[in-house]
Every structure is written in structure tokens, then in C-alpha cells.
Nanobody, 118 residues
Framework: QVQLVESGGGLVQPGGSLRLSCAASGSIFSIITMAWYRQAPGKQRELVARISSSSTNYADSVKGRFTISRDSAKNTVYLQMNSLRPEDTAVYSC?????????????WGQGTQVTVSS
């Protein structure tokens, strides 16, 4: 059974930085993508950033401020968030899309709260 463990959320002032981590464990043969999504109160979940072996993509609202990276040896994905704004406040969830024994699977983390406020 594959599990995702997230860490790094919290309260930060506008303009500050946070780094989220998401570590995957279990029987993962081949990771296709890892990603971060977020959901603010009263809003739909949205993709923040996604990384594959060959590319990264970002929501327009975070380009130039957030950076997604991955440690393949540790099956861990990071989200470095700089110049945070109050509108970045949301629950951030990690997503893993992987291939194992002929099938693909989608796994979600439990979510971590990020609050940007003075």
C-alpha cells in the first residue's frame, strides 16, 4: 500500500516563505508525476505545480514564486513557496500518479494547511 506523508505547512506572514515536503512509501515501480494541489475555503481544488521526469508546470498564479522539485532516490517531492500572499492560503495536498504491475494509480496525501496572514 502506497502512502504519502506531507510536512511543512504553517502560518507565515505575507512575503514570507515555506517549503512543503511529500514523501511516498510503499510498492511504487515507476512514478509518472508528482504534484501539489490546493483548496481554499469555498473554492475548487486547483493544481499548483506538477513534475515529471522531463518537465514541470505551474499554475499562472504561482509562476515565478513557487518551485517544485523532486528527489527520485527518496520518492519525495518538494514545493518551495516564496513571496507568499494571503490568497495562497489553502490546504495543500500532494498527489502521486504511478505505474505498478501493469496498472496506474492515483494517491493523495492528507493535506497540510498553509495560512498567509499578518
Amino acid at each position: 500500500q502506497v502512502q504519502l506523508v506531507e510536512s511543512g505547512g504553517g502560518l507565515v506572514q505575507p512575503g514570507g516563505s515555506l517549503r512543503l515536503s511529500c514523501a511516498a512509501s510503499g510498492s511504487i515501480f515507476s512514478i509518472i508525476t508528482m504534484a501539489w494541489y490546493r483548496q481554499a475555503p469555498g473554492k475548487q481544488r486547483e493544481l499548483v505545480a506538477r513534475i515529471s521526469s522531463s518537465s514541470t508546470n505551474y499554475a499562472d498564479s504561482v509562476k515565478g514564486r513557487f518551485t517544485i522539485s523532486r528527489d527520485s532516490a527518496k520518492n519525495t517531492v518538494y514545493l518551495q513557496m516564496n513571496s507568499l500572499r494571503p490568497e495562497d492560503t489553502a490546504v495543500y495536498s500532494c498527489n502521486l500518479y504511478y505505474w505498478y504491475q501493469g496498472s496506474t494509480y492515483n494517491v493523495w496525501g492528507q493535506g497540510t494547511q498553509v495560512t498567509v496572514s499578518s
